[in-house]
T-cell receptor, first 114, second 113 residues
């Protein structure tokens, strides 16, 4: 069975602070995919990134960066110089090879205060 | 390119009724998946369709069903509604082949009274 754990239920930071959202996963698959989605108050899930299990390179996209470590089964997400518009619920998700079914974590509510 | 669209956006029903939700995927996407989001259970996978066939199903009772049409549009149906079916129902579409990312629609907010 697959499982995704986001231990941080809520995080509150002041604008311009850096913030890291943690994600720990469990899977028996040797090939799998990890995702991060953002859910603003409007409700739509916005795709942020996909990472394959065989690619442990970290990735940076503007103020966003992701740290994937297979040794600790973690896929953490850092927002640098946070902004009020970053306030949302962030979900980490996992899927096995050949399947599009996503297993989601419980989400982290990020609030960025002005 | 237009995103995933879902109709209706909001729905209020009473217990025992049935409901049909609709999803139009991104043009060219042939896979459609449905998810239920509730405060208690979070985001849970319902089922996936492509080529008009259900390919995968989550752990939900038979009251939850779906179908896909030849143009890849999909509908899901919930019969004999229960209070616990109140949720945000999200539809996602993706390309076929490999683990392509899924793109989500805005959801249908169902309230069962």
């Amino acid at each position: 069975a697959q499982k995704v754990t986001q231990a941080q239920t809520e995080i509150s930071v002041v604008e311009k602070e850096d913030v890291t959202l943690d994600c720990v996963y469990e899977t028996r698959d040797t090939t799998y995919y990890l995702f991060w989605y953002k859910q603003p108050p409007s409700g739509e899930l916005v795709f942020l990134i996909r990472r394959n299990s065989f690619d442990e390179q970290n990735e940076i996209s503007g103020r966003y960066s992701w740290n994937f470590q297979k040794s600790t089964s973690s896929f953490n997400f850092t927002i640098t110089a946070s902004q009020v518009v970053d306030s949302a619920v962030y979900f980490c998700a996992l899927s096995g090879a050949g399947a599009r079914q996503l297993t989601f974590g419980s989400g982290t509510q990020l609030t960025v205060l002005p | 390119k237009a995103g995933v669209t879902q109709t209706p956006r909001y729905l209020i029903k009473t217990r025992g009724q049935q409901v049909t939700l609709s999803c139009s995927p991104i043009s060219g996407h042939r896979s459609v998946s449905w998810y239920q989001q509730t405060p208690g259970q979070g985001l849970q996978f319902l089922f996936e369709y492509f080529s008009e066939t259900q390919r995968n199903k989550g752990n939900f009772p038979g009251r939850f069903s779906g179908r896909q049409f030849s143009n890849s549009r999909s509908e899901m149906n919930v019969s004999t509604l229960e209070l616990g079916d109140s949720a945000l129902y999200l539809c996602a579409s993706s390309l076929i082949g490999g683990n392509n990312e899924q793109f989500f629609g805005p959801g249908t907010r169902l309230t069962v009274l």
